[in-house]
């Protein structure tokens, strides 16, 4: 049974940082794209960023950077400069191949991790 866990989220300051993690089960990171979403209050649903299955970064977003450990089949959201305006749920997916967009053609989907930016 595939499964992706999304943890690292919680409560950070203005300024501040914070790690996430996406551990996947039942499947090996290598062969798929993982990225990153967000559902923030009163806003749709917006995809972050994506790490394709060859291990390049997509370079969109300079305060929220991805990496993948494949030792730990996880891939990692780096996020920098936080703003109250970045909190949410984030979530992450996976689909087998190269990087895409549209959250509805995802392979794999995690249940999320919540974020709250406030002083």
């Known amino acids: 049974q595939v499964q992706l866990v999304e943890s690292g989220g919680g409560l950070v300051q203005p300024g501040g940082s914070l790690k996430l993690s996406c551990t996947a089960s039942?499947?090996?990171?290598?062969?798929?794209?993982v990225s990153w979403f967000r559902q923030t209050p009163g806003k749709e649903r917006e995809g972050l960023t994506c790490?394709?299955?060859?291990g390049y970064p997509d370079p969109r977003k300079d305060r929220f950077i991805i990496s993948r450990d494949l030792v730990r089949n996880t891939v990692h959201l780096q996020m920098n400069s936080l703003r109250p305006e970045d909190t949410g749920v984030y979530f992450c997916?996976?689909?087998?191949?190269?990087?895409?967009?549209?959250?509805?053609?995802?392979?794999?989907w995690g249940k999320g991790t919540p974020v709250t930016v406030s002083s």
């Open positions: 997916t996976a689909v087998a191949g190269l990087c895409i967009t549209n959250w509805n053609n995802m392979d794999y």
């Open positions: 039942g499947l090996s990171l290598d062969y798929y794209g």
């Open positions: 790490i394709d299955e060859r």
